[in-house]
């Protein structure tokens, strides 16, 4: 079966606030992008990869990878204004013979291999994956006027992470079924869920952060240069 990583990189990362588009913002002296595509390099994942890039930075982005990954051929495509937007662009780019789509976004610099490779046996096996890692705080719901209405049994939270796996029919059907719904989620295995489907859950890594802000990147820093990741 083959195996297609598509890469939401069209976010512009308005809270991390730097000069440059987040996903070219330099971690440790490279482009935040290209520590991301070290971890799919190294199981043979970016020949078929799509990047989904904001318009003004597909040129960048295709010199960058044509100079890191001299022997890929992924492709570099435009993104849409909102990331449900360029994975649905991503998905209507995939190869005709994919039938299991690895959905990892570019500000996750650290997806451990292990982890990826997990995340494909899932959806091979269930259909739908998403990598997580158990909740460790104490969540609390506030209403609009900042009172506390509810505290979730922490034991059945999980923090969210990528990559989501799954087979090809199950995610784009799941996209469309959204699109024509008006639905606007934040991942895309709650997509599948609202169709009905089952996740499964791969225990993912704390390293897997994601940079968001500038805190983020700081964390990101230390960890590599302290060898974490
Ligand atoms: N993304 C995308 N297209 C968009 C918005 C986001 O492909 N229109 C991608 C981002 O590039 C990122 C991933 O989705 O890799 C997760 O989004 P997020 O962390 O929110 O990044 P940004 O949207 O860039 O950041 P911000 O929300 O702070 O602007
Ligand atoms: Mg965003």
């Known amino acids: 079966m083959s195996v297609q990583l598509v890469m939401p990189a069209a976010g512009l990362g308005v809270r991390l606030g730097a000069s440059r588009p987040k996903a070219l913002v330099e971690l440790q002296g490279r482009p935040l992008l290209e520590h991301t595509l070290d971890r799919f390099a190294s199981l043979d994942l970016l020949s078929r990869a799509i990047i989904v890039a904001a318009p003004e930075h597909i040129e960048e982005i295709s010199s960058l990878i044509l100079a890191t990954y001299p022997q890929s051929d992924c492709r570099v495509i435009e993104g849409g204004s909102v990331r449900q937007e360029s994975v649905l662009l991503g998905l209507n780019a995939l190869e005709d013979d994919t039938s299991i789509v690895i959905i990892h976004d570019a500000a996750r610099p650290?997806?451990?291999p292990a982890i990826i490779e997990a995340s494909i046996e899932a959806a091979r096996e269930y259909g739908a994956a998403t990598v997580a890692t158990p909740?460790?705080?104490t969540i609390l719901v506030g209403d609009e006027e900042q009172w506390l209405i509810d505290t979730p049994?922490?034991?059945c939270l999980w923090y969210c992470q990528t990559p989501?796996?799954?087979?090809?029919?199950?995610?784009?059907a799941?996209?469309?079924a959204a699109r024509k719904d008006g639905h606007k989620g934040t991942d895309d295995a709650t997509l599948v869920l609202?169709?009905?489907g089952r996740v499964?859950?791969?225990?993912?890594?704390?390293?897997?952060?994601?940079?968001?802000t500038p805190s983020d990147l700081l964390w990101a820093s230390l960890a590599i240069e302290k060898e974490l990741v």
């Open 174 to 176: 799941a996209h469309e």
């Open 135 to 137: 909740c460790v705080d």
């Open 200 to 212: 499964r859950i791969v225990e993912g890594s704390p390293f897997n952060l994601k940079v968001t």
């Open 194 to 196: 609202r169709m009905g």
């Open 110 to 112: 650290f997806a451990p």
């Open 164 to 172: 989501q796996t799954f087979q090809r029919d199950l995610i784009v």
């Open 153 to 155: 049994d922490r034991s």
